[in-house]
């Protein structure tokens, strides 16, 4: 059983920095893939980032070259540097813990609240 717990969220204007953080609790954080999902007013939660220990990540295209995912897994926790940021980068940001035997993502944190100011 993992829970996480999101942080960091919160107004800012448009072309500025934001730092999420997830702390895990739980066993085995290292062998997950820790990702970030967002979702906005009326839309779907869309994939943002996603990182694995052995250094591999994934952006989606919306936020590759501002956004940037890392972990400590000594801290149990992964951030999302979040650079030159967007009005429409706007949402309600998860923290989650994807399988690496089911590729499924099991557990989800509660959220955190970005929301950027034109």
């Known amino acids: 059983q993992v829970q996480l717990v999101e942080s960091g969220g919160g107004l800012v204007q448009a072309g500025g920095s934001l730092r999420l953080s997830c702390a895990a609790s739980g066993d085995s954080f290292s062998r997950y893939g820790m990702a970030w999902f967002r979702q906005a007013p009326r839309k779907e939660r869309e994939f943002v980032a996603l990182?694995?220990?052995?250094?591999?990540?994934v952006y989606a295209d919306s936020v590759k070259g501002r956004f940037t995912i890392s972990r400590d897994n000594t801290k149990k926790t992964v951030y999302l540097q979040m650079n030159s940021l967007k009005p429409e980068d706007t949402a309600v940001y998860y923290c989650?813990?994807?399988?690496?035997?089911?590729?499924?993502?099991?557990?989800w944190g509660q959220g955190t609240q970005v929301t950027v100011s034109s």
């Open positions: 989650t813990a994807r399988s690496p035997f089911r590729g499924s993502y099991d557990y």
């Open positions: 990182s694995w220990s052995s250094g591999t990540t």
